[in-house]
């Protein structure tokens, strides 16, 4: 099963920053969309931002428009969510997930997924 590997996260005041990358060592990502989503505990997975495979369209969750930036280097095979102005609410599991179809619209077993990485927002 091909794997996305996930780094960045951890514990953060509110009104931090951080930096979560996504990439791939087994496949490129160049023809793939990617979607970052999270899963707060009890709560469903929802999708944050989405990135088109060229990187020229993108797409945010309204909650973190203005705070989250996805952008992608097909170059270094890698694609990052750079979140700024943390907050309590922003706390979950983060995931990256590619696909070519659908990353933009919800979750699906069909995409290559990352392992996760949480994401803490607290003082």
């Known amino acids: 099963q091909l794997q996305l590997v996930q780094s960045g996260g951890g514990l953060v005041q509110p009104g931090g920053s951080l930096t979560l990358s996504c990439a791939a060592s087994e496949f490129t990502l160049d023809s793939y969309a990617i979607g970052w989503f999270r899963q707060a505990p009890g709560k469903e997975r929802e999708g944050v931002a989405c990135?088109?495979?060229?990187?020229?369209?993108?797409n945010y969750e309204d909650s973190v428009k203005g705070r989250f930036t996805v952008s992608r280097d097909n170059a270094k095979n890698t694609v990052y969510l750079q979140m700024n102005s943390l907050k309590p609410e922003d706390t979950a599991v983060y995931y990256c997930?590619?696909?070519?179809?659908?990353?933009?619209?919800?979750?699906?077993?069909?995409?290559?997924w990352g392992q996760g990485t949480q994401v803490t927002v607290s003082s």
């Open positions: 990135i088109s495979s060229s990187g020229g369209m993108t």
């Open positions: 997930a590619a696909g070519k179809v659908g990353v933009c619209v919800r979750p699906s077993p069909s995409f290559y």
